[in-house]
């Protein structure tokens, strides 16, 4: 009896332990949640609806999420360098071999005039814009072909360098006709308010006897033919060698060691130096800083190119203007005699 008792007592407990051994196995482990975890994963049970909740991880989902740099919208193209191919000694010798073979060039042509019987000074003005125009048409084919001939030796240069290009000329980042047209009017207002400075603090004008433009007069208007030709050189020809070795290559070439924006101080300053016109350096400065500038936001030579033009062919037509309606341009332009 005693023994049967001990019986059903052990398994009475034996069933109360098996039920609160299950209980607690159901309670540890809720149905849907394994009982292993994946190596580096941390679950921590909420209470609501016992969801897991993920605290790390691996390394391989840590690649997986990680941000990528991206590009600002602050960023200002005219600000960047370019990728030169160049060093000292390459840029050295270009810059010597450009102002050789422009200083070259105009003493061939001096010399070979007496030999084909021309004498400079029995010439008609229109024959002597002939003349000029033969002259420049030959120094900027002499001084590019220099220029490229030496650069371009160093095999396929990035895209950016000595770049033409017609297309999406409006385009709001680095359309060539948009900021040609905003360069241009950018540069009048410069140039302007640059003269107003100088006129101030020097108080006296400059001589100008020097200046091309003013070797230029007596053909400024004399005739259809002259004036056409003096376009073509002024604002066709001139723009393309100047803004070719001045912007596309010097310029460029100093962004290698000095930011863009000092690059474009030096190389306009060596720009008005270049002209051999002290009184006009100011604005031949600011003219300059304007299309380095401009072609460093849309690297395109079409950029400084159409900026130049038509600065130099306004201010050819508008003197041709006012001689035709009767004003003397010397006074204008107030050349001591």
Known sequence: MVSAIFTSLAQSSMHRLSSSSKLSSSLRTPVGIPKLVAPGRLIRISNRGLRPVCFFNSGEEKSKTKLEPQESGLDWPALKRWDVPWEWPTVSLTSLACGISFILTGLVEVQTLPFLGIKYELLSLDEKAELLFVDQSLTTAVVIGVMYSITKSFGPLPEDIYRYDFKEPFDLQRGWLLWAGIGLGSAVLAIALTGFVVSIFNGETQEREADALVRLLPLIGSSGISTGLLLVITGVLAPILEENVFRGFFMVALTKWVPTPI???????????????????????????????????????????????????????????????????????????
Request: net charge negative.
């Open 263 to 337: 690059a474009v101080v030096i190389s306009a300053a060596v720009f008005a130096l270049a002209h051999l016109t002290p009184g006009e350096f100011p604005q031949l400065f600011a003219l300059g800083t304007l299309l380095g500038f401009s072609y460093a936001q849309t690297r395109n030579l079409l950029t400084p190119i159409t900026i130049h033009a038509c600065w130099n062919s306004g201010v050819i037509l508008i003197l041709t203007l006012l001689q035709l309606q009767g004003y003397d341009i010397k006074d204008i332009l107030q050349v001591t005699q």
